[in-house]
């Protein structure tokens, strides 16, 4: 099995996300399986964090103009990358209700003007949700079976909220729980890098060099 990873630069646009689909497509004809681990789009994790922490200061704007520059960065990438109207549809559908939830949290934050490790950590989780989405897409558009795989259902972590540390012997289990099903129907799981998950669910992310963490 090879892991492939690809920093926020090479999901950033379009055109980079098609190379990373051109290079994930080899890798599979020529010896499956394969794995994918990517980061957000360049520049929407400092997106998340700045809309958070001025949502903390009780402005009211952050989580309306955080959601309309999500959907038309990835709308825009979509619509390059999706041929067919139908999976392009059904991608934004997902992408927009990531986006949703992003901006109930960033409003949560701006009612109660606090911003806590716990909740930082989840909505900065929602770049590598929707990046993840539009590289599986682009895969399937180009007839190699893929799915988005949120790490949060695949790598334990402790609780240090900002700097988590896999728990390797649950992580090594979780993985093999939802990821060999995959690999072994042929399918290409992209798989989000950055965070994971408490053994209770709370979404941890794992610090400076989180995705090649993830796929390490």
């Not at 080899?26 to 360049?42: F, L, R, T």
């Not at 806590?116 to 599986?136: C, K, N, T, W, Y």
């Not at 090594?172 to 099903?181: C, D, I, S, T």
């Amino acid at each position: 099995m090879r892991v492939m990873k690809f920093g926020g630069t090479s999901v950033g646009s379009a055109e980079a996300i098609a190379q990373v689909t051109r290079i994930l497509a080899d890798a599979y004809q020529e010896a499956p399986p394969v794995v994918a681990v990517v980061s957000a789009m360049s520049g929407v994790t400092n997106l998340l964090l700045d809309a958070a922490e001025s949502a903390a200061w009780g402005h009211r704007e952050p989580a309306a103009e955080l959601q309309h520059d999500l959907h038309e960065r990835h709308a825009a990438a979509a619509a390059d990358l999706i041929a067919d109207d139908a999976r392009r549809d059904a991608l934004m559908t997902r992408i927009d209700e990531l986006i949703a939830r992003c901006g109930r949290m960033i409003e949560s934050v701006q009612i109660l003007h606090d911003l806590s490790p716990r909740v930082r950590d989840l909505i900065v989780s929602f770049g590598e949700r929707m990046s993840s989405q539009l590289v599986a897409a682009a895969l399937e558009d180009d007839g190699i079976p893929s799915v988005a795989v949120p790490s949060d259902q695949v790598i334990v972590t402790d609780q240090v909220f900002g700097a988590a540390s896999p728990l390797l012997d649950r992580t090594a289990e979780q993985a093999a729980k939802v990821l060999q099903p995959l690999l072994a129907r042929g399918v290409l799981p992209v798989v989000t890098g950055f965070f994971g998950a408490t053994p209770s669910g709370a979404v941890t992310t794992l610090g400076r060099g989180g995705s090649d963490y993830s796929a390490s």
